[in-house]
């Protein structure tokens, strides 16, 4: 009975011990994450630019023969001019429209011309727009001032915007040099994450899963950005060709959307439409509109070929990972939705083969 006793008491003793150390453990790894979460969204950017481009930095490393830090810094310079150059010219094309618009509005040359009667015809919204447009165009002080808290208001609201922008660089620029510090010590990173995987998943799964992850985001990378900026380029050669008005800036527009899995389309057509609108239906704005069109469906071509690219997982897999990470995350989502997505289905996969024995091949005829 003593005896007993004793063994429920040292029971008793082991499981408080194991729960209290949990208990400490739990605490220990809220905190630090609670701690290291304004820096979350940072470090998984400056990761995921470290993987994509950590390639580069290996090719740049070899031809040229320097250090790991050097090539890191030059990959990392590289990467800010590709970035800035546009992002400069963007804002100095923003610039000098908003001057120019100042300026044409304090000299008051700038007047709206009369509606025609054929937009009171258009069906629900034509006899508001003809009465909204003619009195626009007899007195634009005075609509502006029974509009002025809309305006208000939309104005407020593109500030916002261009706030939460401008922050998203800064934290994109940042991202970027922390990835030249992770880069330069690549290989010690590489055998990290190895070890990590092999410590959680296995020995035998451990190093797959660590190469499907990086193989994964590099895909991601080339699927997404790099298709978006091939449509950007192929766009926007054909905008400038044609003398479309801001075509550098519609091309930066096209790039956002591409990213941002959106069409193109909501560009390109009304390029062809004031296309249209202003020359007319002629053979050279025929064959403007169908290559820019073409172009503009390009990313469903080349989205098959590159984004499953080197990934041992199927192409539609990171895809929908892709789609739903970036309605889940944001941007950001892109790259993590693919990984949680692919790795799961790796392990879902092994986990079958386990529970389920391989069926005997049948018999040769």
Not at 283 to 304: E, H, R, S
Not at 311 to 329: E, F, N, S, T, Y
Request: with cysteine.
């Amino acid at each position: 009975m003593q005896s007993s006793f004793k063994l429920d008491s040292a029971l008793s003793r082991g499981l408080l011990d194991v729960l209290i150390k949990a208990g400490l453990v739990a605490a220990l790894v809220i905190f630090a994450f609670q701690v290291f979460q304004p820096f979350l969204e940072l470090m998984l950017w400056a990761v995921i630019l470290a993987v994509t481009l950590y390639p580069l930095h290996c090719r740049i490393q070899r031809r040229t023969g320097l250090k790991q830090g050097y090539a890191a810094t030059l990959v990392v310079l590289l990467v800010l001019v590709v970035l800035l150059v546009p992002v400069y010219l963007v804002m100095m094309s923003i610039a000098e429209s908003v001057d120019s618009l100042v300026t044409l509005l304090k000299t008051g040359a700038w007047s709206v011309p009369v509606p025609p009667d054929s937009v009171a015809t258009w069906p629900l919204i034509g006899p508001k727009v003809h009465a909204l447009w003619l009195a626009a165009s007899e007195n634009m002080a005075s609509v502006l001032n029974q509009w002025l808290p809309q305006i208000r208001g939309a104005g407020l609201t593109v500030l916002g915007a261009a706030a939460s922008a401008g922050g998203a660089f800064l934290l994109f620029i940042g991202a970027i040099l922390i990835s030249g510090v992770i880069m330069a010590f690549g290989e010690r990173g590489d055998i990290a994450a190895q070890r990590i995987a092999m410590r959680v998943s296995g020995a035998e799964r451990g190093k797959p899963l660590a190469t499907l992850c990086t193989a994964t985001i590099r895909a991601v990378a080339q699927g997404v950005i790099g298709i978006a900026f091939i449509q950007m380029l192929l766009i926007g050669v054909g905008f400038i060709v044609k003398g479309v008005p801001g075509a550098g800036m519609l091309a930066i527009v096209i790039l956002m959307l591409g990213i941002a899995q959106a069409p193109a389309t909501l560009v390109t057509l009304p390029v062809i439409i004031y296309v249209f609108n202003a020359e007319g239906f002629t053979v050279a704005t025929i064959i403007f509109a169908i290559y820019t069109f073409v172009a503009g469906l390009a990313d469903n071509v080349l989205k098959p070929l590159l984004l499953g690219r080197g990934v041992d997982v199927p192409m539609p897999v990171v895809l929908i990972g892709a789609l739903g990470g970036m309605v889940v995350k944001g941007i950001i989502g892109l790259f993590i939705g693919p990984v949680i997505l692919g790795v799961t289905y790796v392990l879902f996969w092994q986990w079958v083969a386990l529970q389920v024995p391989e069926q005997p091949a049948p018999p040769a005829a």
